[in-house]
């Protein structure tokens, strides 16, 4: 059985949610303000957070913020009853997994918890398969997602590690922008590709000792980018 955090203020969805949720084998853990959902986030196990962003006490943002503050990397699906841009950005930069404008589908709402739980399984059975990647100075240790350079511990957020992993598991691929977003963040974000360069420039300056000069991430002009193969041993 799966477990499920929804942090929601109104009652009438939260329970249409739980409803629903359950039908997937999911046991459903209710918030109805940013302040407990986050007190829960921090203190129980989660397969998945369902996380509204008009929330009172504390907003949805805040506690998304919060949450992967903490290292916590339980997917997050965000909820708004705002459609602007800037907030699908915003929560897609404080590292949520997806992302849906209220009023939504229930058919819609599960396809993307689906989507989300089929993405983490097969991360979960990647992480087992491989224990741990090493390049030069740079060492990923995949189970526990942590992520060493010259024997100091580099804190990196959820997509960042996603992002590192995914391309230093397939040194000398080059990926297109679409290819991270859609891999990493789901098809759904297609046209957020500069989400992409901002993750990327992020973990090069955590990364690299010259990011006008990077030795682990590189760019394939006028492509995308690739792990730097030459470091293979």
């Not at 997917?75 to 404008?101: F, N, Q, R």
């Not at 992520?147 to 040194?171: N, W």
Request: charged share 30%; glycine share 6%.
């Amino acid at each position: 059985m799966r477990s499920v955090l929804v942090i929601e203020d109104d009652q009438e969805i939260s329970g249409l949610l739980e409803i629903h949720l359950s039908d997937l084998n999911c046991e459903i853990t209710k918030s109805f303000d940013g302040k407990s959902g986050l007190e829960n986030a921090i203190n129980n196990d989660y397969d998945l957070i369902v996380l509204d962003i008009m929330l009172p006490k504390l907003d949805g943002f805040e506690v998304c913020r919060e949450i992967r503050k903490k290292e916590i990397n339980t997917p997050i699906l965000m909820l708004t009853s705002k459609s602007e841009e800037m907030d699908k950005v915003l929560g897609l930069e404080l590292g949520a997994d997806d992302y849906l404008s209220k009023p939504f589908s229930i058919r819609e709402f599960i396809a993307r918890a689906k989507a989300i739980f089929r993405r983490s399984d097969v991360s979960k059975k990647e992480n087992t398969e491989t224990k741990e990647i090493k390049f030069d100075e740079l060492v990923i240790e995949v189970e526990n997602r942590k992520v060493l350079l010259k024997g100091e511990r580099i804190e990196l957020t959820p997509k960042e590690f996603d992002l590192l992993y995914l391309m230093a598991s397939h040194p000398g691929r080059t990926y297109s922008r679409e290819d991270l977003l859609n891999t990493i963040w789901g098809y759904q974000f297609s046209g957020y590709e500069h989400t992409v360069n901002s993750h990327i420039n992020r973990l090069r300056s955590k990364i690299e000792s010259d990011i006008s000069n990077p030795k682990y991430i590189l760019t394939t002009w006028g492509v995308g980018y690739r792990f730097n193969d030459e470091l293979i041993q």
